[in-house]
């Protein structure tokens, strides 16, 4: 058969020029593929006379193993120097030291309202905000705080200069979040079901106290809640913030002017050894205020107090986060301690979740 080593000599030298997988693969379609030249050549044989075959035949089928070889030999050179360019490119130094952790730390402060938010979330409850400097309206008045009751000394409450010539009570820095009720319910009205979060400002400085601190407000209205439901909810609450089955909460009667009848609440805890421990124990610590809201304040806020009812508690932040983490002096919070922060902030990407989970 005339040709072949032609043919071989061609195909060898395009072999050995193919530069990648797909390069070899077009060699050998063009060669060996159905409608290679090497295969049409194979088909020829049929045509041939017997003698001829002979020849043909072996010679043909030589040249195709030849090909198939060097076809095979070049795919593995290419691949094994892939695979070598993949190694160098990828090569990473395991005994290197591991990199430093993320500077930054997020505050508990903002972790247990985050913490905070996704427990009420899960409970169906939005997030409202208000304004950290008040008027003298909404922190007091709307909330049937009188200007002659004992509460505006009571709060040690921080003013605003008044600019001269006004004609109005000054501005105060808000003395809790109780206000974000008021503004709330004006603006999106009733059945309502929100936590408002945020700095609160009272004249005041110990281990217990800062000037700054935060609450986050609780707010319910509908047409048939309860007390019962505040039970529930603020026990449900604490279940999954301090992540303990047997929470036992006790409510004490008590006085806020925006409520009517109002409790204060207090958890059951122990102070063993020093070492806090929620839920057993045989004392008592005082977590929040609540009440259910009292119908001249839904009256303020535009709301009909004989069609709805509602409870509302304000809550400390810092006090539940010193509990929660065992951080024992409230002052240290704001101090703004690199050590501190390290010792008792929280993973940048650590997100609270109802799913994800809530503690570290
Ligand atoms: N505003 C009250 C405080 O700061 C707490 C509170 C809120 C009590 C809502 C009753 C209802 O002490």
Known sequence: MDGLDALKTRYLAEIADASDEAAIEA?????LGKKGEVSLKMRELGKMSPEERQFAGPALNALKAELGDALSARKQVLGDAALEARLASEWLDVTLSPRPRAQGTIHPISQVTEE??????????????????????????ALNIASHHPARQEMD????????????????????????????????????RVIAPGRVYRADYDQTHTPMFHQYEGLAIDKDISMANLKWTLEEFCRAFFNIDNIELRFRASHFP???????????CSWDGGQLKIGEGDDWMEILG???VHPKVLSAAGVDPKEYQGFAFGMGIDRIAMLKYGIPDLRAFFDSDLRWLRHYGF?????????????R
């Open 27 to 31: 060699v050998r379609l063009a060669a």
């Open 116 to 141: 905070v938010i996704a427990i009420f979330a899960d409970l169906g409850y939005s997030v409202a905000e208000g304004p950290q400097i008040e008027t003298d309206y909404y922190n007091f008045d």
């Open 157 to 192: 409450t921080f003013y605003m200069s008044l600019p001269k010539g006004a004609n109005r009570p000054p501005h105060v820095l808000r003395t809790h979040t109780s206000p974000v009720q008021i503004r709330h319910m004006e603006k999106h009205g009733v059945p309502c």
């Open 258 to 268: 925006f409520t009517e009848p109002s409790a204060e609440v207090d958890i059951r």
């Open 290 to 292: 609540s009440g259910m």
């Open 347 to 359: 993973a940048a990407l650590d997100k609270p979740t109802i799913h994800g989970g809530i503690a």
